[in-house]
């Protein structure tokens, strides 16, 4: 059998270009930030019973007004069906009650309950304080610095900015798409072809058995046959 061994040639080294490592940007520190905050204070959200956005949502509706699932939707980023599933969970908590306006009995508010506001005002002083612990390094003044150029950070118009340089990327640039491809398709396609090279290497095998003993040619397999007629195969 011929072997194309040009198939086998190794490839060019490939050249690395240099880029800047993920901590040398802002948005990671800000990320790892986050998370580590967001992990150590979720320790104390648990021991209540609660999640994250559970809290977000209770720091929301702790005030004199009452507000609607999708008010809530809007305010921490969900969905109005996961807003909705949300609130029925502080329902059942007994932390959070809806009602009906009369007005529109499809319209729903909702607000907290006694226990409800008891925990947000438990629970915010146990956010200041860890806010301080987990900034300490900082001191009071750089903490206070850093709070402030992260709000400029997070203005309005800076948000408007970034989707529009975003969507001049977008259109600009030249992406290659990367889909994920069908592995459990391609190992099957590859073990079938795998297993009819092994019959026909089997069936050559077994005919040049046959001539040197001068026996009948064995059939040929079915499984390597092309077109399914047993007429094409060979004699």
Not at 136 to 145: A, K, Q, S, V
Not at 147 to 173: A, D, E, P
């Amino acid at each position: 059998m011929d072997v194309d061994w040009a198939e086998y040639e190794p490839e060019p080294l490939p050249v690395w270009e240099p880029i800047r490592p993920a901590p040398a940007h802002l948005n990671y520190w800000v990320r790892t930030t986050d998370r580590n905050f967001a992990r150590d204070f979720n320790r104390i959200l648990k021991k209540t019973g609660i999640i994250a956005s559970e809290w977000a949502a209770l720091r929301f509706f702790y005030k004199p007004i009452w507000s609607s699932p999708l008010d809530v939707a809007a305010a921490i980023g969900m969905t109005k069906g996961g807003a909705s599933k949300l609130v029925s969970r502080l329902v059942r908590k007994g932390l959070a009650v809806k009602k009906m306006q009369y007005f529109d009995r499809r319209f729903r508010s909702v607000g907290l309950t006694s226990k409800g506001r008891e925990l947000v005002v438990f629970l915010a002083g146990l956010e200041k304080q860890a806010d301080r612990e987990f900034s300490t390094p900082l001191g009071n003044n750089r903490r206070f610095r850093l709070t402030q150029y992260l709000k400029q950070m997070h203005g309005t118009h800076r948000g408007q900015h970034m989707r529009q340089w975003v969507s001049i990327q977008l259109k600009n640039s030249e992406f290659q798409r990367f889909v994920p491809v069908k592995i459990k398709s391609a190992w099957k396609a590859r073990a079938q072809a795998q297993a009819e090279a092994d019959a026909l290497w089997a069936y050559c095998e077994s005919v040049a058995k046959a001539a040197a003993y001068g026996t009948p040619p064995p059939p040929y397999p079915f499984a390597i046959e092309s077109d399914g007629n047993e007429d094409n195969a060979p004699l």
